[in-house]
């Protein structure tokens, strides 16, 4: 939320030195001397443990509205004050009268400033380890993550995002999608909006719109974060305009808990959709890139009129139901963004050490198993209009168009009676020439280029649960594989990215080009 208490609340010139020694995360607390989870409070920046240990800063801020000593009322700026804490691991920030978490700063950016600070204290001890590791990298690896020309400029380099409390799933999401050209690049070629005027001009604040629903831009936000990311910035991108935005507009984000990437990434495109549709800015936005067989039509059904997101993630299935009865045929046409695959049920039992291992679920097993025909249970029962009554039907799935980039969401979390399990079982995927004709309605039709993937992404759950763990991304650019862990970015083999256990993975079309290449050398 955005916290009208800052400019009252939080010192405007903080002395660090007031601060203890060490790291940040291993603060102790000035009452009870508890060095778990410790929090700031930035108007005395004392150190005190958070409600869930000894509740002590929540007591600080308590005693600092409770009467002086004397029954003497404390005056309104000192009930002002002691009010904002910050966590001294997250670095989040929280406000007690408010009694929320806080997205805004200072109109001094004090907020962020203390943030810094604290960031460069924890980072401190492993400076030098840092600095020695990168040069060593930058001097010997060919896949380092500052890459050199002959010149000795530098041509790429990563960033990575900051965790703003648990963002690792919304971190991962936006890192793979900056990994797919076609779709980050439309984004970085669309004209900034006007900043904000009136009475918040020039505040440093953590959104750059102003108040009210009506007034928020996403497509603007994932534009700006979208810029950040391969401008050689040396420091992690905080995306916090881009979090205030989704909290604003996808209600189930708020908060700090743990979320399903899968899940954020499904908001993220389908929103960003419908304000493109809307195009409330008013600005001339570039043009979706458009197939020239006019396929592109058929995912208008997604919530109207085609738009980038539609034109690279949108494909259609073709559904057809058969009744076993009478024979009667069925087909329905479903518009997809991405394709949720099961994992093989042969392939989900865990071995014990003593047992010898089974055969590899690749990615193909689950492409078939999720386009095999299927012989429906009782409660899936067609409706047969020529029968007039629910019959045994079996349902097959074709993939009538395919998309620019195709989206595989592997389904690793399931439901048994009251717990949402996690299916840890690796399964073997191409980095390159994924063929998807196989799974296509009408494959002869098909050029050989146009069913041809290759890997741009993969994000990755870390965990046993949806609700806890941690997600981390791959993504290729330029040739070169690149592992993000919210705000560390490094290099990477192909041989690692193969052996991820993946969540999600993000491949695109192979060109034309380098196809009818490829067919003329085979």
């Known amino acids: 939320m955005e916290c009208p208490h800052l400019n009252s609340s939080v010192c405007t010139s903080i002395d660090y030195s007031g601060f203890p020694n060490g790291s940040p995360s291993s603060w102790c607390c000035s ?31 308590e005693d600092s509205q409770s009467p002086a000593a004397g029954g003497q009322k404390r005056c309104d700026k000192q009930q002002s004050q002691h009010l904002v ?40 001890p492993l400076t030098a380890d840092r600095t020695l590791k990168r040069k060593l990298l930058e001097s010997s690896s060919p896949n380092s993550k500052l890459l050199k ?39 970085k070629e669309l004209p900034a909006v ?8 020039g505040r440093r604040m953590y ?64 929103h960003l959709h419908r304000e493109l549709q809307g195009n409330r800015n008013g600005a001339k936005t570039p043009a979706a890139p458009q197939r020239e067989d006019g396929a592109n039509a058929a995912c208008k059904s997604l919530n109207g009129s085609s738009t980038v997101v539609t034109s690279i993630f949108g494909g259609v299935l073709q559904n057809e139901v058969n009744c076993l009865v009478c024979g009667t045929e069925s087909r329905k046409y ?57 019959q045994k039907s079996t349902k097959k799935f074709w993939v009538q168009k395919l998309p620019k980039v195709l989206c595989l969401h592997l389904k690793r979390f399931h439901w048994t009676s009251y717990l949402r399990n996690k299916v840890d079982t690796y399964v073997e995927f191409p980095l390159r020439d994924l063929d998807m004709r196989g799974y296509l309605l009408e494959p002869e039709n098909s050029l050989r280029g146009g069913c041809l993937y290759d890997l741009a992404a993969v994000v990755v ?21 690149y592992h993000f862990n919210d705000s560390t970015v490094t290099p990477t083999e192909e041989e690692t990215v193969v052996k991820a256990k993946a969540y999600i993975l993000f491949y695109t079309e192979r060109n034309d080009t380098a196809s009818s290449e490829m067919d003329t050398k085979l």
Request: hydrophobic share 30%.
């Open 31 to 61: 009452v009870c001397r508890s060095n778990k989870s410790p929090w700031v409070c930035l108007t005395c920046l004392s150190v005190h443990c958070g409600r869930y240990v000894n509740g002590h800063a929540k007591k600080h801020y």
């Open 194 to 201: 006007a900043l904000r005027s009136g009475k918040t001009a």
């Open 207 to 270: 959104h750059t719109r102003s108040q009210g629903d009506t007034s928020v831009s996403l497509v603007e936000e994932f534009r700006k974060t979208l810029c950040s990311l391969w401008q050689g910035n040396p420091t992690a991108f905080s995306p916090d305009s881009l979090f205030y935005v989704v909290w604003k507009i996808m209600p189930s984000f708020r908060g700090y808990q743990q979320q399903d990437a899968h899940e954020f990434m499904r908001y993220l495109l389908d």
């Open 334 to 390: 479903d518009p997809f963004l991405d394709l949720s695959l099961d994992i093989p049920s042969q392939f989900r039992h865990k071995r014990t050490k003593d047992q010898e291992p089974g055969p590899t679920c690749t990615l193909l097993d689950c492409l078939r198993s999720f386009t095999d025909l299927e012989e429906l249970d009782e409660t899936e029962f067609y409706m047969c209009h020529k029968c007039k009554k629910k």
């Open 85 to 124: 804490c910050m966590d001294c691991i997250s670095y989040s920030t929280f406000c007690y009268r408010c009694d929320d978490f806080v997205v805004n700063d200072t109109r001094l950016g004090q907020v962020q400033k203390v943030r810094e600070h604290l960031q460069s204290l924890e980072n401190a």
């Open 461 to 481: 759950h870390h965990g046993s649960g949806v609700g806890s763990g941690h997600y981390t991304a791959y993504g290729r650019q330029e040739g070169r594989w």
């Open 149 to 187: 020309d002959n010149g000795g400029a530098s041509t790429l380099c990563a960033t990575g995002l900051r965790n703003l409390g648990n963002t690792c799933f919304m971190n991962a999401i936006l890192q793979s999608l900056s990994n797919i050209q076609l779709f980050s690049c439309y984004f």
